[in-house]
């Protein structure tokens, strides 16, 4: 196994974010095209619009989901007596979906 430099991983995790930006809204503006009867300069901002905030909403819940299953674990192991120091939170999976987040509403941005 190999160690990983903070650096590497921070570009992983960026390009990664872009990455997701770019599938989310090639697939928006995909469904808003079939939806819409065809493509528009207009109606592909407002697809990377929502791709934005599906991506901004995907981060929101895996910090709720996280934060909820600490809070069951620690609750539990109270009960039987034992400490418990709840996990940080997954800051790669919500780095990377704000950033693919950050991405799309930059290039919903551009098309206005």
Do not use: K
Not at 86 to 104: D, E, K, R
Request: with cysteine; aromatic share 8%; proline share 3%.
């Amino acid at each position: 196994m190999t160690t990983q430099t903070r650096a590497a991983r921070l570009g992983q995790i960026v390009l990664y974010g872009l990455g997701a930006g770019l599938g989310t809204g090639l697939l928006c503006v995909l469904v808003g095209a079939l939806l819409a009867g065809g493509l528009t300069r207009a109606g592909a901002a407002t697809a990377l619009g929502w791709g934005g905030l599906i991506l901004t909403f995907l981060a929101g819940a895996i910090i709720y989901a996280q934060n909820g299953q600490s809070q069951s674990e620690s609750s539990m192991r109270a009960r039987l007596g034992e400490g418990y120091r709840a996990p940080g939170l997954p800051w790669a999976p919500i780095l990377t979906a704000l950033i693919g987040a950050g991405a799309l509403f930059l290039g919903q941005f551009a098309l206005n």
